[in-house]
């Protein structure tokens, strides 16, 4: 069962351009909504997260969009820069301790 | 800055092995977790550990796996006969609380079983 789902598999985005990475999930309990950034070889970092009480989070040139009727949240990377290429994952949890991973995002930031 | 690490960075090991992975936690953290992520695919839960046992589970984490804390530092995954499937690369994490706060993952121990 795949409770959080996430594309697209890869993206590519020139320089200075918006990344945006979509998640929906299933489960109405989920009420926290963390997006997670790997780099190779690395484990991953916590970039940014969302409560279901907001429906919009920002941190410098990153945002989380969070629809909770559709059930769908998402990342946008505003300005991309090589630097962000990486790959990034959502997640969903319920107990705030276990978390439900998307399939992950490898981002490709073009010079 | 304080991380977590994990050793070894690679282990291989034959079908049917034990194999135990080490973790070292960030140190004032008291919540620790395993995940594991096969190639190519999501992160997985495992496991999560407070106050010396197990907190949360997943159906992944059936009776060849245990995890310890066998000192004020350390904190262990045992997979106790390796199989196949079990090749993917483990990540330890911890938090200073439970509940949303933010979840500190090591670099990961790839385990290869052939």
């Known amino acids: 069962q795949q409770q959080v789902k996430q594309s697209p598999q890869s993206l590519i985005v020139q320089k200075g351009g918006i990344s945006i990475i979509n998640c929906a999930y299933e489960?109405?309990?989920?009420?926290?909504f963390p997006w997670y950034q790997q780099f190779p070889g690395k484990g991953p970092a916590l970039l940014i997260a969302?409560?279901?009480?907001?429906s919009e989070k920002k941190e410098g040139r990153f945002t989380i969009s969070f629809n909770k009727s559709a059930k769908q949240f998402s990342l946008h990377i505003m300005d991309s820069q090589p630097g962000d290429s990486a790959t990034y994952f959502c997640a969903a949890s319920d107990t705030g301790n276990q978390f439900y991973f998307g399939t992950g995002t490898s981002l490709t930031v073009i010079p | 800055e304080p991380e977590v690490t994990q050793t070894p960075s690679h282990q291989v090991t034959q079908m049917g092995q034990e194999v135990i992975l080490r973790c070292v936690p960030i140190?004032?953290?008291?919540?620790f977790y395993w995940y594991r992520q096969i190639l190519g695919q999501k992160v997985e839960f495992l496991v999560s550990f407070y106050n010396n046992e197990i907190s949360e589970k997943s159906e992944i984490f059936d009776d060849q796996f245990s995890v310890e804390r066998p000192d004020g530092s350390n904190f262990t995954l045992k997979i106790r006969s390796t199989k196949l499937e079990d090749s993917a690369m483990y990540f330890c994490?911890?938090?200073?609380?439970?509940?949303?706060?933010?979840?500190?993952f090591g670099p990961g121990t790839r385990l290869t079983v052939l």
């Open positions: 140190s004032n953290h008291l919540y």
């Open positions: 994490a911890s938090s200073v609380a439970s509940s949303y706060n933010e979840q500190f």
């Open positions: 969302i409560r279901p009480d907001v």
């Open positions: 489960n109405t309990a989920f009420d926290y």
